[in-house]
């Protein structure tokens, strides 16, 4: 798929190294490999120059640690998330070198130490409940080479412990806003900066909260226009977006 | 229903002035009239110390005007909410010292203009198009006795135009705040002073605004314990529970 | 961001006491404490006059007794809601004069026991199954200095049995409704009443009451003007925003 | 189908009158007719022992005249529901002992006149908005041959005038209660009441209304055991559910 | 609150035998108990013919068994539904002659064995995993003294097996039909017959079924015009509402 | 995409008749124009087998004509669905040969007359609003090639309409079912036939029909296993799954 | 009810061999026989040419065994979908011959091992965690005598794996696809193919996937005009439609 | 609120040039104007590098005359969304020098054409009926100072059309996506590229698309990680947080 491959199969082809058959049988030829139960694409760390991450929810400790030992024989950093200490032992067995992050819930295994990201992402959250998705995404900026800084406990309600952080907020390329219930902080903090602010909504919360439903609309609906937004409780997809805008 | 008048009747039967049977008619006489479509309630202004009101909403101009002219009969005031211009000039042909205040479509007659309330109602809100509503606030708080305030265009996301009305907002006893979109703005006021805030989602916003749900579930999940909220566009409701609050 | 102390800032500032940059600096000093996993603001109480409030769902017993003992250290009374045993077990390992209320299931530390409420508090429930959520009303409210008195049971479909208890009723300032099902009571005793009434849907139900929403829209619609609501199974909101009526 | 038919059917195949296949032919011949457009079934009347009815809604004035007048050729009453005065005017046209009633926007075709309800069934309805909805059921009811009595405008939250037609409503054999906003009335209705309630929502009130969608849940989540609920705005099915039952 | 006694109240007062002080007082006096946690009204059994119920999710076994025994104290039969098997034992220790029926998960008293109802209801359920809806129906009937017959496992994509019951089913006064999925066999059944049908959704299915949702707004979009619904899963009150039609 | 050409391609590469780089630029070249506003994909005729339909809603008679006329250029029918007839005018002074259904809201350009279905596609439908969507599966399918059949009128509260009709219904290789209400009529039809049925709620209905969401789940919830279904009122894309099974 | 049969029966009256009532009686004995708690209907295996299938969850194992067992008299396989190896235990007890597929959750006697479908059906799933829904539709389809090739991990964010298995693709004559998330892998599938695709909406995902309803609705809104829908979750339902459009 | 005008202000109290008191309301002195009816904020400028929006659906052609000539007072561009052409003529009469863009109904008035972008955005959208929220996003992305190209009609059901512009997409620096219906090409593009993905959902589509919540939810759950999300139809929020991105 990638025009420099294609010319040279061309010219192999052309040189007579290759028959047409074989040129077709190549082209089909897809880096990827089969587990069984899960196609690794390897190919992706060159695609979107990020690390393969493993959604660990609803597997099985053998099957997060057969993916991550896999992963682990390649180079680069490997991130499960939402993983139990049952799932971590099972992948540390393999890949001793592992640490678990239990704020995060996330299985880790840093090698590549570079700072890819140009500036800092400074990761923001409401309350003391929306620590565990904040955590995901601060551990996920980490591990993409990112310089991080958190700001917690800020909600709206008490609007100058959030004015006293302005400083950091400043300074920041990319901001990452966690929070639940009304979901009014992106808002917020989206109208004291100019960069980027990537909302996660967050399961926190109860009754009309609806398992983060009404912190999602509020942030969908939010009067400051530098807001975009994340599935519910997704701190790995916000900081993987953060990384990527920290990259530009 | 009230002890005096039933210590009154029982008296009565006892000096042989009523029968047993006259009496228990007498106790099921309850005080309204019917207009053979609605039967209009006087009794409530004893009962609850305010004016009856008219949803002009689904009836027809003949209908308010009805409704509007046999409550005009007795004293007080008399405000019809949600009323088109056609209504109003129904109304006005019937009750010429009625006016119209179209940015709040409302009808009203204003003949009690004593001051219930012990201090200021504030109304705030957040965008442009929030106006309607919480001019139908303002109106409604005015006709029952209020001092009012309106601090208007104060959106979360330039939280600065908000705190510079922070020396309003902590004169007042009781702050109406409406807002659309992602209804973030009673959470922050909420957080700013110590009195009971009526939170009045509106239907502005459009996409995931959903009509107004993503305001009202903002509002619901607000993380400051001094916000209540009343239905969508419902600016006549906030006002009527800030008067009652005011009076106390 | 009081004026007095500005003004009194600029006073040293002006006296050569204090170096433009100090000043710059001070201001930026905000009244809380940094505890590692949440802010505690201790000005919230001269801010709203009210105690903190730690909501422990979520929380481990650790981090509940954490916050608990910290607010403890000044003055005023702490209330923790939403607490189970556990958490209570690790709180009074660490303030020993904290009580738990199981059925309102909160952690509770009275110190300050003036009556603050100009009058009486009711709280009304309809059915059994309502009363951890009017109990947590009834704990908050007499933590906050109000008298309180609790009507249960008082469902409209036995409308007599409410009517039963309108002299209590209708001597309360301000009126709290805990309802679930179809939550219709706070419609009749809103109409029964000229004081403002906060609404609580329960979660109870089964069904169609799907965790509240049919409770939450019915009181969001109710038909008396005088209604306005909480978030499901707030009780603890009714009680703080009823309090603040209560001490107009 | 009717076993008596199926008798006789046989006695003819065994007597030689009919061949088995022709036997089967007729088994197989139902009795209805095809108007191209809409299979009128006459037999509904024996089958159920009500006339036919046309939901108007969506229907061309044409096509509605077309069916009108097919079952008007028949005898028995016509009813024809949700009708514009254009679709009258093409029905009278072909029928012209039909009549229009623009409260209910009824067509109705009255031919036999009998009574077939054992008691009166009562029409309750909330408010002014309600009454379209309530006027369909009484109409409805009236063609279906029951004594109708209506009661308008009697709120849950002014309980009392509700309460003063208690005498009306204990004498009902069946009661119908229409209502939007909360639709708490059925509860409060259904508990004063020792017969069937057939809950009508409707789509009256605004915002957290949802188009009836509260009034709905509310009532299916009636507290009152005797409570059972049709369609949004569906008075005629109400009150079809209330002939059936009062002709028991 | 009835004419008879108030009238002999009145009397009484005429006669001198009661001041009028003491009538009111005792007007006030209404015939319910207090146990600490519900309110008992034993009259509902005067007012609409039927023994009281105990719905027992979410009530401790203790609360469940105090509330069985002080209604056994009175005559006529108890019902508690949604009753565990602990729940049971508590009970079975204060009333021994109580019977558990699990299938129904009711626990039963049965001491007045009249036949109130007129004729048969069916009770006709459409799979398996609806019997215990079903059941809860056919248990709350028969304790009301009608005669009950089942028809189980007749869903819509087996049209012949229902038709196969087409003998019972035109037997029937009320037709109960129990059913989950889609919901259509109210319908059906509805078209077959003459009768009230009385729709319960049951919360069986899966996916999009939405715990009930599904067959709730099918049984209400019903072309049959003789059916009404009642909450999901309510076999109980689906019960309730035939008796009473049954014994019109 | 296709092997042979692909084969074919480096055949003539290694005859040094393309470049390396002429090649690589020929697979890029895929079958598509650009027509400004739409990319009109002549291949998918090769690839589906069918030809490409126009969605008019929301586009301009403008808009439709020029895509409709582009169309037509090359050879097999033309179908542009859910037009008006506007956009038909449009459309016939550009293409004069195409047709307009104005039942089924369709312009067609029929001149492939072949037959490509093996069997017959029956078209169901329950009532008269449901025939909009069903004549579009109609037209949709008979311009597919299909020999078709329409049944309607057949709604599940008059199940012998529908038995009647059982001889037709076990002739078809595939039926379309559509309805609205409570969409119940695919699973009584699919338990009468051993073939695949596709199901299309329809938007009919009112109240708690939600604009045909009660129909789609009722139809997700089918017990009868041979329905799928597709969106609501969406007649064309059932006629063309069907038109592909009866393909096979 | 089948024509031959009928003949045979009015045969059998003719010649004086039956009774016109015992005719009738036959007539009415329909060929299914009582279990006492669900009707088995053998004749559906006739009607519709596929096995009787058992949905075990919410059965007890006893439940699940005694249908099972039953089953297994007669000719022809037998499936239990949704079943738990405790319902295995119990099925294996009575049918020695069954067999255990945990990754699918189902339970299997396989005698008849024809090929009953013409093609190959390809089963398509996006992710790890949509195995088990995928893999309960393969064993269903092989169950019904097709020929079954799975294609796992090929969700759409990594389009070039879904484009190497495109060979599979375009051999298959009915494709099942199986997603969760956002549900677009039906629509990629739909657009390289020309054959009919039966999508499963999976409720893998988490947050705002609310249970699948996500990619359900994506499902429905499929811009492939070749894609119809099952339930969420249902491999089953899915695998049982293409079993019978592979047999056309 | 800046330190170094802070600093300076301080300065000025120091030096005796302003009184503490003349600071103090100096401080609250706050750059906005009051225009009677929307407080203009000329300072969003600098605080976010962005000319002031006008969102004009809901405004009076007169109210968006006012603000757009009030902004155009200043420097930098402005931009009216959401503008009819009577907005616009209203508009053009006060700012002669304004353009009306009918495909993206915006209004623009351009002075600063300076490019502060550093590459490409690419706004790429599914179908014909996305152009308009597509325009929205281009003319928005234009105004802002970035280089912009458009990929329109290429839907994820032809997916080589997309392939066919994989050039454009590799070489853009962040990429909007606008799709209605299921939603899916935002996932699809976010697989082959390494950059941010804007996803943009339209209300285009009919049924199940519920005005755009199925492409909604289907973004929110995209498989891809570097997609973030806005608001249903919100082409300008996604162009302001491109243009934020694509300035980094």
């Known amino acids: 798929m990638d025009p420099a491959s294609l010319v040279k199969l061309f010219a192999q082809v052309k040189a007579g190294k290759l028959s047409a058959d074989e040129a ?10 089969d587990l069984g139960f899960a196609k690794v694409d390897h190919h992706r760390v060159l695609r ?5 991450v493993i959604f660990s929810q609803g597997k099985s400790p053998k099957q997060v640690a057969g993916i991550f030992a896999r992963l ?7 991130l499960a998330t939402r993983a139990t200490e049952d799932q971590y032992r099972a992948v540390s067995a393999l890949v001793p070198k592992s640490e678990y992050r239990p704020l995060a819930r996330a299985i880790v295994l840093k090698r590549d130490r570079r700072r890819y990201g140009k500036g800092m992402v400074a990761v923001v959250s409401a309350g003391t409940s929306d620590i565990p998705v904040a955590e995901e995404a601060v551990v996920t900026a980490e591990l993409m080479g990112n310089s991080v800084q958190h700001i917690y406990d800020v909600g709206v309600a008490g ?10 907020l400043v300074k920041a390329r990319v901001i990452i806003v966690c929070a639940g219930m009304e979901g009014a902080l ?7 900066v100019g960069v980027p602010v990537i909302a996660v909504p967050t399961s926190v919360g109860y009754g009309a909260a609806f398992e983060g439903l009404a912190a999602l609309l509020g942030m969908l609906n939010s009067c400051a226009s530098n807001v975009s937004v994340v ?6 997809g916000a900081a993987y977006v953060a990384s990527l805008i920290n990259r530009r």
Chains 1, 2, 3, 4, 5, 6, 7, 8 share one sequence.
Not at 24 to 33: D, N
Not at 72 to 78: K, L, R, T
């Open 48 to 52: 979107q120059g990020m690390p393969e």
């Open 72 to 78: 682990a024989e390649h180079e680069g950093n490997v």
């Open 186 to 192: 992106p808002s917020v903090v989206g109208g004291l």
């Open 24 to 33: 077709v049988a190549r082209l089909r030829h897809l880096p990827f490999e």
């Open 159 to 168: 609007i100058h412990r959030l004015l006293a952080h302005r400083g950091t």
């Open 231 to 236: 599935n519910i409780d997704n701190g790995f």
